[in-house]
C-alpha cells in the first residue's frame, strides 16, 4: 500500500539527480551545482533519436526540431532559444524537387500537448496540500473554499493531530471532520482561510489511454508531478485488513509513498482520482502499476462526511456477517451472524465456512471481501458454505448495505 514516510528527504539526497541528466541533454556538476550542456557526437545521435520526448516517437521526421524547443533542462520552466517559436510554428521540409513544402499538422500538437501539461500543473497545485501527523507524512487536496481537505483515511489513521501545509508555504492546524476506512477516505478542515479548492471530474467519463498526472508530496518532495495514462477502469484491489476498494482506477503514473491522499488530474487539470496505493511485488514496489478511488465516489464520501460527520449511504454490499482466517479449514469462517441480516436470513449460521460467492471461490477472508465488494446493495448472490460436519450448502442470499460509519 503507498503509505508515507517520516522526513525522508535528508535520506534521499545522495540518490537524487536531475532527471534531466538521465535524458542526456544536460548534467549537473555535483559540486558546483552548475548545469552544464553535454555536447559531441553522443548528444546529437541522442536528440535525433532514442531520447526524443515520448510525445515525438513515431512522429514524422519534421517533429525532430520541435525537440530543441521542448527539450531543455532548466530550473523549472523550459528552456527556449532565440527564434524556436518561430521554428516551431513554421516546421518544413524540402521535397525531391528542392522546394520547401509546409509540415503536417501533426507537428503542431507536439507544442500544445505540453502546454496542456503545463496548464493541467498550474491549475491543480495550489488545491494540493501536505499532511505531517504523528506517524508520518501524506498528502490531501482542497475540496472547498471552506477548507475542508480530503485525503485517504490511511494517511489520517489514529492521529490526533495534522499539521497542513499548503502550497504557498502557509501552515495550518487541521481538524479531523471524519473517516471512512471502508474506501479508504477521510476529511480534515482548516476552516476558511483562502485556500483554493481543486476542481472535481465526472469520472465516469475516463477511457483507458487518458493521459493523467498524479500530484502530491512523493517521500516528502512538495508539489511533485508525474505522468502516465489510465492502463485499467474498475479494478478491485485489496488494502489487507479485510478492505477492498472497488472500481479503482488503475494507472502508470508513478505513486510514490507520500502520494497518498494526493491527485490523479486530468489534462485539464480536473480531479479524476485520489491515489491511495501502488502494487508491489515481493521484491519491492511493481514500477507503473498505481491506484486511485474515482473521484465521484470521492465527492460523494466526502460529502457526506462534511455534512453529517460521518458516511449515512456507504453503497457498498454487505452479507451480515464477521470472518475470520482459519489455518486448519479452507474458506472465510463465519465467527458472527447479524441478527436479522442477510446471511441470518438464509440460514448462514457461526462456524460455517463460506468457500464461494456466485461459483467463485473463496479460499480467505481477502477473497471474501474482494468477492462482496463486487457487488451492489440488493442483488442476490448464491453463497456456498462449508458446515463443520464436512457436508456443504448453498443458499441464496439478497445483500444488504455495508453499515454506515
Given at each position: 500500500?503507498?503509505g508515507?514516510g517520516?522526513d525522508?528527504v ?6 537524487l539527480r ?5 535524458r542526456?541533454?544536460?548534467a549537473?556538476n555535483?559540486d558546483?551545482?552548475?548545469v552544464?550542456?553535454?555536447a ?9 533519436g ?6 515525438l ?6 517533429a525532430?526540431a ?9 530550473t523549472?520552466?523550459?528552456s527556449t532559444?532565440p527564434g524556436s517559436a518561430?521554428?516551431?510554428r513554421n516546421?518544413?521540409?524540402i521535397?525531391a ?5 509546409a ?5 503542431q500538437?507536439?507544442v500544445?500537448?505540453?502546454?496542456q ?6 491549475r ?24 475542508d481537505i ?10 490526533t493531530?495534522?499539521?497542513v501545509?499548503?502550497?504557498d ?13 471502508a474506501?479508504d ?10 485556500a ?6 465526472d469520472s465516469?467519463?475516463l477511457v483507458v489511454?487518458?493521459i493523467?498526472?498524479?500530484?502530491g508530496n512523493?517521500?516528502g ?10 492502463s485499467?477502469l474498475?479494478?478491485?484491489?485489496s488494502?489487507?485488513?479485510g ?11 508513478a505513486i510514490?509513498p507520500g ?15 485520489i491515489?491511495t496505493?501502488a ?8 514500477a507503473?502499476i ?14 457526506q462526511?462534511i ?5 449515512v449511504n ?10 475470520a482466517d482459519?489455518?486448519v ?13 442477510p446471511?441470518d436470513r ?14 467463485t471461490a473463496?479460499p480467505?477472508t481477502?477473497?471474501?471481501a474482494?468477492?462482496l ?7 442476490a448472490?448464491k453463497?456456498t458454505v462449508?458446515q463443520?460436519?464436512?457436508k456443504?450448502k448453498t443458499v441464496t442470499?439478497k445483500?444488504g448495505e455495508?453499515a454506515a460509519?
Amino acid at each position: 500500500m503507498s503509505g508515507f514516510g517520516s522526513d525522508p528527504v535528508r535520506r534521499l539526497v545522495t540518490a537524487l539527480r536531475p532527471a534531466c541528466a538521465t535524458r542526456g541533454h544536460c548534467a549537473r556538476n555535483a559540486d558546483s551545482g552548475r548545469v552544464a550542456s553535454v555536447a559531441g557526437a553522443t548528444a546529437k545521435r541522442r536528440l535525433r533519436g532514442a531520447l526524443r520526448p515520448p510525445q515525438l516517437r513515431g512522429a514524422p521526421v519534421f517533429a525532430v526540431a520541435a525537440a530543441v524547443v521542448i527539450a531543455g533542462c532548466g530550473t523549472g520552466a523550459a528552456s527556449t532559444a532565440p527564434g524556436s517559436a518561430t521554428v516551431s510554428r513554421n516546421l518544413s521540409a524540402i521535397d525531391a524537387t528542392g522546394a520547401r513544402v509546409a509540415a503536417p499538422s501533426s507537428a503542431q500538437p507536439v507544442v500544445s500537448l505540453e502546454q496542456q501539461y503545463v496548464a493541467a500543473v498550474k491549475r491543480i497545485l495550489p488545491a494540493i496540500v501536505q499532511i505531517r501527523t504523528s506517524l508520518g507524512l501524506g498528502s490531501g487536496v482542497v475540496f472547498d473554499a471552506r477548507g475542508d481537505i480530503v485525503t485517504n483515511a490511511h494517511v489520517a489513521a489514529d492521529s490526533t493531530s495534522f499539521a497542513v501545509t499548503l502550497a504557498d508555504g502557509r501552515q495550518y492546524t487541521g481538524r479531523l471532520v471524519g473517516t471512512y476506512p471502508a474506501d479508504d477516505l477521510a476529511v480534515l478542515t482548516i476552516g476558511a482561510h483562502g485556500a483554493k479548492p481543486a476542481a472535481f471530474a465526472d469520472s465516469s467519463h475516463l477511457v483507458v489511454g487518458d493521459i493523467v498526472l498524479a500530484a502530491g508530496n512523493p517521500l516528502g518532495l512538495q508539489s511533485s508531478v508525474t505522468d502516465g495514462i489510465v492502463s485499467a477502469l474498475g479494478r478491485d484491489v485489496s488494502e489487507g485488513g479485510g478492505i477492498v476498494l472497488p472500481s479503482t482506477i488503475q494507472t502508470s503514473a508513478a505513486i510514490n509513498p507520500g502520494n497518498s491522499g494526493g491527485a490523479l488530474v486530468d489534462l485539464a487539470g480536473k480531479v479524476v482520482g485520489i491515489p491511495t496505493l501502488a502494487a508491489a511485488t515481493s521484491n519491492g514496489a511493481a514500477a507503473g502499476i498505481g491506484f486511485a478511488i474515482p473521484s465521484n465516489l470521492v465527492r460523494d464520501i466526502a460529502e457526506q462526511i462534511i455534512r453529517n460527520g460521518h458516511v449515512v449511504n456507504s453503497h457498498r454490499a454487505a452479507l451480515g456477517v464477521s470472518v475470520a482466517d482459519s489455518l486448519v479449514r479452507a474458506g472465510a469462517i463465519v465467527v458472527a451472524v447479524q441478527k436479522g441480516g442477510p446471511a441470518d436470513r438464509a440460514g448462514i449460521i457461526a462456524g460455517n465456512a463460506i468457500v464461494a460467492m456466485n461459483g467463485t471461490a473463496v479460499p480467505d477472508t481477502e477473497a471474501f471481501a474482494t468477492a462482496l465488494a463486487a457487488h451492489r446493495p440488493g442483488q442476490a448472490v448464491k453463497v456456498t458454505v462449508s458446515q463443520t460436519d464436512g457436508k456443504s450448502k448453498t443458499v441464496t442470499v439478497k445483500l444488504g448495505e455495508l453499515a454506515a460509519a
